[in-house]
Each structure stands twice: as C-alpha cells, then as structure tokens.
C-alpha cells in the first residue's frame, strides 16, 4: 500500500449489507430467527419447509398473533421491533428478540416475502421486501391465522458466502434446531421438512410432559434412559440464584458424542464449560463412561444474565457462572450416584 488513504463514510446500504452478513450467517442462523420470532409471536404451531438446506427457499408459517398492516412498511428495516422501547427494558425483557434486526438482515441477503393476518381482520396482506424496503404496497389476499415468512436466494447478493454454502448443507443443523426447540417448547407444534417431502423430518405435538417432548423428538433410545433432575439454590432466602430443571442420561445411554440442549431463561444458548463439566461428571461417576444427553433449563434472574450480546453469539455469560456450574455438577452427580445405587440394589436383590 502507498501513502496515507482518505477516509470516508460507507454508504448506508453498504453498512446495513455489511451488518446483514454478520448477524445472518448461514441459512441455519436465519431458521432461528424466524423460528424465535414465531414463539414471540405467541405461536401454538409453527412449521418450517426449507430448500437446498435453505439456499433456495426457506419457509417459515406460524399461528401466532400477525403483523399489524401500518407497521409492514417498516418492517424490514433496521432497528424496528415491538418488543423493546427503551433501555430500561433491556435487563427485564422475556422475549427472543428485541433488537430488529434480524429481518432486516435477512432481507438485505434474500428475497423476503411476508405473509400476514392479524385478528378480528376479514383478509391478510403480502409484502415483498428488498435490501429492507417494500417493493410494493402490501395486497390483500386471503390468509389463515398467523404470519408466513417465505425467504428465497439467501446470499444472492454475497457470491463467496453462497459458493461456500452450496457445497456445505445446512439442513441437518436446521432439524437439530427444530429438535432442540420442540423439547423445550412443549406447548407448541413444530415440524420442519424438505421441500416435496412427503414426512417432516421435526414433528412434535403439544404434550404436557417433556418426557414425551423427548422421545417424540429423540426416540425411544434416548428417553427411555433419562432421569429427572431438579435443583434449586438459593443466595438468600428470599432470592434464589438459580433454578434448575432437566434430564440426564443414566448409565445405559450410550453415545460417542455429548448432547447437550441448553436453555437459559427459556433461550437456547451454548456453554462449552457447562459441556466440559458435565463430560467431567460422567466420566468420574459412570464406570463406563458413554457421553451424555442433557436437556438441561436454567432458569436466573434475568439481572443476571447479559442478553445484550451480539445475535451471533449463542455462548452467554453468567454472573457467578463457576459457582453455578460447581452447582450444576454436584447436583448432576448426586442424581446419577442415586439413580445407578438404586440399580444396584434391584439387580442385587
Ligand atoms: P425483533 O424480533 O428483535 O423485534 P425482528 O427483525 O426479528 O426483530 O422482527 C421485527 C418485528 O417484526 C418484531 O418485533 C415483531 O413485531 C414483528 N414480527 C416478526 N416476525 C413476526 C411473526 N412471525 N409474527 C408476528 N410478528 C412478527
Ligand atoms: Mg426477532
């Protein structure tokens, strides 16, 4: 490089394009997005149909409560949400989203077309958005409750980013986010299939019992080898620090690969330390060692726990979080060392 550059502001639509492609990654991050914008939404049943692992089209219909007709034309633009309306909100808000932009995105890297009713109304309205503006006034037309999100050629528009996606499926990922989401949603319906498949790949339906939740979506192999496990410790005696329910796979699980499905206040998140030390527990307590499967909900005080990390990023950060995993660990413990005494003595007896 030679001398000293000039400096310039991007333009907008380079910013916001920029910005698309950091928080939309891959079509898996879009799934989520829409997927959790659904359970905002109050949904009961939410159904997804994806295309060439979602390069193609990926369709996302739900039941829940629409969008209002005079909030369409911003709909897809930056920064322009329901769910939060000031900072304040930020450290109490119950919702997936709150930051609007996860549209926006997808709709600067593909071709977003909306579908919506909201109640009490005679007809819905379809839209059709690009690089986050409406390319046409919404039309009329004739919709069942809910909001359908229909999004097609993702990263048309990023020639790199599409060429390394084509040659790399995300469909896989996308069933397990479904699979991931039934078993903590237990109230909604999900399905996720291929486009033209005759079978969902993700099929759960609202039952009362995760139990049930699990081996609808796991199998039999899975469910029939889990133990409940609940914790709950408290700072004070007024404040608990955490809340904790799950279940764990018992000694005759067996897996090469750790499964953990991990929800904190009802996000699904990451914790790669939480992993090691599970992986650690079941290493020290079952002799022998398989990994486990642990659908594991935390439930802090939301002031404990900072949601305002970048969309992107799935792995959170806790207060206390050493304190809590030693927690978890020992709880986890004590349950396996009950559950496999307990085997013990029927086998003996
Ligand atoms: P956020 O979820 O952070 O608010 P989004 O860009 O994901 O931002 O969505 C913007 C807004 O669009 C939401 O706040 C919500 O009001 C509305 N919305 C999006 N998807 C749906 C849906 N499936 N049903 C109802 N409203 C929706
Ligand atoms: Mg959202």
């Known amino acids: 490089m030679g001398g000293a550059g000039r400096i310039e502001r991007l333009e907008e639509s380079v910013v916001n394009r920029i910005a698309a492609g950091e928080v939309i990654q891959r079509p898996v991050s879009a799934v989520k997005e829409l997927v959790e914008n659904s359970i905002d939404a109050g949904s009961r049943c939410i159904n997804v149909v994806v295309k060439d692992g979602g390069m193609k089209l990926i369709q996302v219909s739900d039941d829940g409560h629409g969008i209002r007709h005079e909030d369409l034309p911003i709909l897809c633009e930056r920064h322009t949400t329901s769910k939060l309306r000031g900072v304040e ?24 077309t909306v579908t919506t009713i909201t109640e009490g109304q005679l007809h819905g309205y379809k839209v059709s958005y690009r690089d986050g503006v409406m390319e046409h006034p919404p039309k009329p037309c004739a919709a069942v409750k809910g909001t359908q999100v229909l999004v097609e050629d993702l990263f048309y528009n990023m020639v790199a980013r599409r060429k390394m996606l084509l040659n790399n499926d995300d469909y896989s990922k996308i069933v397990d986010l479904l699979s991931r989401f039934a078993v903590h949603h237990i109230g909604i319906a999900f399905s996720c299939r291929k486009h033209g498949a005759a079978r969902p790949d993700v099929h759960s339906i609202p039952t009362p019992s995760r139990l049930d939740s699990i ?3 796991y199998g039999l192999s899975v469910a029939d080898n889990l133990i409940k496990v609940h914790h709950s410790h408290s700072h004070t005696p007024t404040s608990s620090l955490f809340e904790l329910d799950g279940f764990i796979s018992n000694s005759n699980y067996l897996a090469k690969k750790t499964t953990l499905l991990l929800f904190i206040n009802d996000r699904l998140v990451e914790c790669t330390a939480l992993k090691r030390a599970l992986e650690i527990v079941y290493a020290a307590t079952l002799p022998k060692a398989s990994k486990p499967f642990v ?29 809590i995993i030693e927690k978890i660990q020992s709880a986890v413990e004590s349950t396996l060392r009950t559950s496999n005494d307990a085997r013990m003595f029927q086998e003996q007896t």
């Not at 909100?89 to 600067?108: N, P, T």
């Not at 802090?300 to 979080?321: A, F, M, R, W, Y």
């Open 215 to 217: 081996r609808s979506v």
């Open 295 to 323: 659908y594991m909900s935390l439930v802090l005080p939301s002031h404990h726990v900072d949601v305002n990390v970048h969309p992107t990023k799935k792995e959170v950060s806790l207060l206390n979080q050493e304190l």
């Open 89 to 112: 909100d930020l450290e109490s808000i119950k919702s997936m989203g709150f930051r609007g932009e996860a549209l926006a995105s997808i709709a600067y890297v593909g071709h977003v």
